[in-house]
């Protein structure tokens, strides 16, 4: 994908979205000092050429009751394509993995995690080793959050 060109009122627009995507096109408009029908265009655009790629409600974690959080480093048994799609259809069969990463260095895989308890991520454990053979699982349990964001940094794009 090439790099999008944003100049300033996309990026007031985009840091609004972030905030509140649930805006209506004229609120955003009011919020970033266009006209409806600026604001409109320019939010089509930025969907069309993938920067806003869809529009969600962010749920508190806490109040549903998965109160922990789980990073679960993996070492891969193989490395293969085969084994990994098997790896990523049991990961996306597993609702509480929130986060998935392929790694550089001594981890090859990252899971973050939201579960209810210690019991609930051992359900999780043990249906992933069921699904797939791992060299070596390691999780780390947060204690406390102290940063989480959706929010990406916006940058002005410097013309070409």
């Known amino acids: 994908m090439t790099r999008v060109k944003l100049d300033d009122a996309d990026i007031r627009i985009l840091a609004v979205l972030q905030e509140d995507a649930a805006l209506s096109i004229a609120e955003?408009?009011?919020?970033?000092?266009?006209?409806?029908?600026?604001?409109w265009r320019r939010?089509?655009?930025?969907?069309?050429?993938?920067?806003?790629?869809?529009?969600v409600t962010l749920l508190d974690a806490n109040a549903l009751g998965l109160?922990?959080?789980v990073f679960v480093s993996?070492?891969?048994?193989?490395?293969?394509?085969?084994?990994?799609?098997k790896l990523t259809a049991a990961i996306?069969?597993?609702?509480?993995v929130v986060e998935f990463y392929r790694m550089?260095?001594?981890?090859?895989?990252?899971?973050?995690?939201?579960?209810?308890?210690?019991?609930a991520y051992d359900?999780?454990?043990r249906r992933l080793i069921g699904a797939v053979r791992l060299s070596d699982v390691s999780a780390s349990f947060s204690m406390e959050e102290?940063?989480?964001?959706?929010?990406?940094?916006?940058?002005r794009t410097p013309p070409a």
């Open 28 to 39: 955003v408009a009011l919020r970033v000092n266009l006209s409806h029908n600026a604001c």
């Open 146 to 155: 102290i940063k989480c964001t959706t929010a990406l940094p916006l940058k």
């Open 43 to 55: 939010m089509t655009r930025l969907k069309e050429v993938g920067v806003i790629t869809r529009r």
């Open 104 to 119: 550089t260095g001594d981890v090859d895989y990252l899971l973050k995690l939201r579960v209810e308890s210690m019991a």
């Open 67 to 69: 109160d922990l959080t």
């Open 74 to 85: 993996i070492r891969a048994a193989e490395h293969s394509d085969e084994w990994l799609k």
């Open 92 to 96: 996306n069969e597993i609702p509480e």
């Open 123 to 125: 359900m999780v454990y």
